[in-house]
């Protein structure tokens, strides 16, 4: 099949709290294709795992899909409920989650929790189920693959267990995954074994990957494309190398220049001044524009600007501002 | 695990023998048993005679000795009412408490891990309110009057079930008479039973609510449904087995009062059980009988309590590790 794995049409997000709806995610789109790494970047609260959440269908309620449309491999799925969703999720959606000290169950074999997961989803048996399980964990580079399927959690460390998610989130063979700060809470040097892996799995097969982080070193390691969020809204989105070397959205090119980058030694990083605005509480307008070192009178009078025929949500990308 | 093991056996021991201390010393002070023993017409000699005869001449430690000493060979002398040995006397009364146990234990046990599970999962629902507002009651009504007020629905008012004793008993073997085997039988056991689970079911149902709700929210949960694992498995697989390590403690706990807490519900229902037996002895100040009660509801507390420490172990991997100091 041709055309992407995964396309999201204008996807809005809505919390209905005492203070008002609010809206995480605000009529955002993108595409993943086969094989591709889209990564999705942002501060906390800027709506990147929401949308996550929504394509795999678990927002907690009363959070809930408000608009748009979620297409994968050609069929939609936002207005999926209950049990048809429940299908989806591990078979055709797989998700990897931030910690994996907490998201493998502590009281089951990790052998079983594979077994469990391919006999949900794969019509085989459970001899065939066992096989794979130990070629899941053999795929992911846990030595030893035949006799730690009878180990518990606890008998692994940290970046082992984040190989052990991988499986389970691989073992039924997903056309997408959703990969949630898959590497924040491991150590450095165990981060790149895990983004290669990640990197290389979906080379073999053909996933595409949503990789949700707020680490630029990891996007600028692993995607292909990335897409910058800011308050909801997709601020820039396109190709990692032209987004991350010359940056169209000022929001965009603030968060680069406050990436600590090891190469270069810089004495002191640059910030961006004040915080991301609460949902409650978003300025008309362009929502950066309080922060914007480049706001005009436009900014702040004119709706929010979408993505047009640039790559940034801005009145004045940088691209512009540097031919004139 | 085997050190751990003989290290519970041992501290029961000495729970045990603090718990038979604090039973004796307690008896010195509910009355002369000889009072009751000889009539009116006795003389000073008779006392001294029979009180010399027991024992009970003898110093305290001297008398709380001999009492282990017949303990450990089974042997609780005889029953200052009844003149028969007291083991034969709780052996005879033991199987009516013992069955009213095991169907009350199993009502609540059952009954209060389902009821938790489906509260906790529709946490929102009319129903799962409902159930937890009853659930109230159980807690707060003493159980005499949960006893009374079923007596009176479903004896007095509807004449559905009998309002005292076992019914009909049939004897398996030598010594146990079993209340399961005929219709009477079965049929004078329910009001007991749930009168006497009623309130462990509802602090069973409380317990696994909160634990439920409470593991629900963890990552592994998520993940678990992220994974597209079957409602189910997500309840009953990933969480309600979370839920089971202070879920077993308590359940140890209620079990054990359940055995200890059947004098209530056998005096309400005059059930023939050792509990009965127990409230009659203290009527007499019949040592010999009490104090071989006290010491077969402390055996069984300390039983139940080694059962649930080596549960944990069982239910919880992490724990295996830890005992054998891996870590």
Not at chain 1, 160 to 166: L, S
Request: net charge neutral; hydrophobic share 50%.
């Amino acid at each position: 099949m041709t055309g992407p794995v995964l396309s999201i049409r204008d996807l809005s997000v809505e919390i209905p709290t005492r203070a008002g709806v609010v809206k995480p995610v605000d009529g955002v789109s993108y595409d993943i294709g086969r094989g591709e790494i889209l990564g999705v970047v942002g501060e906390s609260g800027a709506g990147k795992s929401m949308a996550g959440n929504a394509v795999i269908g678990l927002l907690n309620p009363p959070a809930h899909i408000s608009a748009g449309e979620i297409w994968l491999e050609g069929a939609r799925i936002d207005p999926l409920q209950g049990e048809a969703m429940r299908r989806l999720r591990g078979k055709e959606i797989g998700m990897v989650f931030q910690d994996p000290l907490t998201s493998l169950n502590p009281l089951l074999k990790i052998g079983d929790q594979l077994t469990e997961t391919i006999l949900t989803h794969l019509p085989v048996s459970r001899e065939e189920a066992e096989r794979r399980a130990i070629a899941a964990l053999d795929e992911v580079g846990i030595p030893g693959a035949a006799q730690r399927i009878d180990s518990y959690p606890h008998e692994f460390s940290g970046g082992m267990r984040q190989r052990v998610v991988i499986a389970l989130a691989l073992c039924a063979e997903p056309s997408l995954i959703i990969a949630d700060e898959p590497t924040t809470a491991l150590d450095v040097s165990v981060q790149a074994q895990i983004i290669a892996l990640l990197r290389r799995l979906c080379r073999d097969r053909g996933t595409a990957v949503m990789l949700i982080t707020h680490d630029m070193g990891v996007i600028a390691e692993a995607a292909d494309r990335v897409a910058v969020m800011y308050a909801g809204r997709l601020a820039e989105l396109g190709p990692v190398r032209e987004v991350l070397t010359r940056p169209q959205h000022p929001y965009t090119d603030g968060l680069m220049a406050s990436t600590p980058l090891a190469s270069q030694a810089r004495n002191r990083l640059h910030q961006i001044p004040g915080s991301m605005p609460r949902l409650t509480d978003l300025p008309d307008g362009c929502a950066f524009h309080p922060r914007c070192p480049l706001v005009q009178a436009q900014c702040r009078q004119n709706p929010h600007p979408n993505i047009g025929k640039g790559r940034a949500a801005c009145w004045f990308p940088l691209i512009e501002r540097a031919a004139e | 695990m085997l050190a751990f093991i003989i290290r519970r056996v041992g501290q029961s021991i000495l729970v045990l023998l603090i718990v038979g201390l604090v039973a004796f010393s307690m008896f010195r002070f509910i009355g002369d048993p000889i009072d009751n023993m000889l009539g009116q017409e006795r003389t000073m000699e008779d006392v001294e005679r029979l009180r010399a005869q027991l024992g009970l001449d003898q110093p305290f430690p001297v008398q709380y000795f001999r009492f282990l000493e017949g303990a450990v060979q089974g042997n609780f002398g005889v029953s200052y009412r009844q003149g028969r040995p007291v083991a034969e006397i709780i052996l005879e009364r033991a199987p009516a408490t013992l069955e009213l146990a095991l169907v009350s234990g199993i009502f609540a046990v059952v009954l209060g891990i389902a009821l938790g599970v489906f509260t906790a999962i529709r946490r929102q629902g009319i129903g799962a309110n409902v159930i937890m507002a009853a659930s109230l009651i159980g807690v707060s009504l003493p159980t005499f009057l949960i006893g009374i007020l079923l007596i009176y629905l479903f004896s007095v008012e509807l004449g559905w079930l009998p309002s005292f004793g076992r019914g009909q008993t049939v004897m398996i073997g030598e010594n146990w008479s079993t209340g399961f085997l005929t219709e009477s039988g079965l049929k004078a056991l329910i009001l007991p039973a749930i009168t006497l689970g009623l309130y462990q079911m509802t602090l069973i149902m409380r317990l696994v609510r909160s634990e439920m709700l409470e593991v629900l929210r963890q990552d592994y949960i998520r993940f678990a449904r992220a994974r597209g694992l079957k409602d189910r498995a997500v309840y009953f697989r990933h969480a309600l087995k979370n839920t089971m390590v202070p879920v077993v403690t308590v359940i140890g706990l209620q079990i054990g009062s359940i055995i200890a807490f059947a004098i209530i519900t056998e005096t309400v229902f005059q059930w023939p059980g050792v509990g009965l037996l127990f409230i009659n002895a203290i009527q007499f100040v019949d040592i010999p009988v009490m104090a071989a009660y006290l010491m077969l509801i402390s055996v069984m507390f300390v039983g139940i309590n080694l059962i649930v420490d080596i549960l944990y172990v069982f239910i919880d991997p992490r724990l295996r590790v830890d005992r054998a100091g891996a870590h």
